[in-house]
């Protein structure tokens, strides 16, 4: 049972050209070796594996792959962005997300 989370200040995704599968990753990066890769499952009916921990500060997270649209623009546009990982209580809690913001603040220039 574990709990982290780290502010995102890096990212890169990429689609395989070769691949049948798994063909679009998302990589996310914090300070102090904190990752996240997330992977997408193309079909939007498969279950999804949970977040776990991979090594110490390195995490693997699953989304359906028509959310990757959804994910890219909150990198894009939203500030800040954060990887929260929380499998504890046998309840898989993990998420990106931004954090609170006031209404009607606009983005950051």
Known sequence: MS???FQVVNYQYYHWSSRNSGKTNLNLEGVGGKRCSVWFEEDP?????????????????CYHHHQLAALIDMLRNEKPVYVYFNNDNGFNNSRISTNYEPVGEGEES
Do not use: G, K, R, W
């Open 3 to 5: 709990q982290d989370s």
């Open 45 to 61: 009916e498969a279950e999804l594996a949970e977040a776990h921990q991979i090594a110490p500060n390195v995490y693997s997270f």
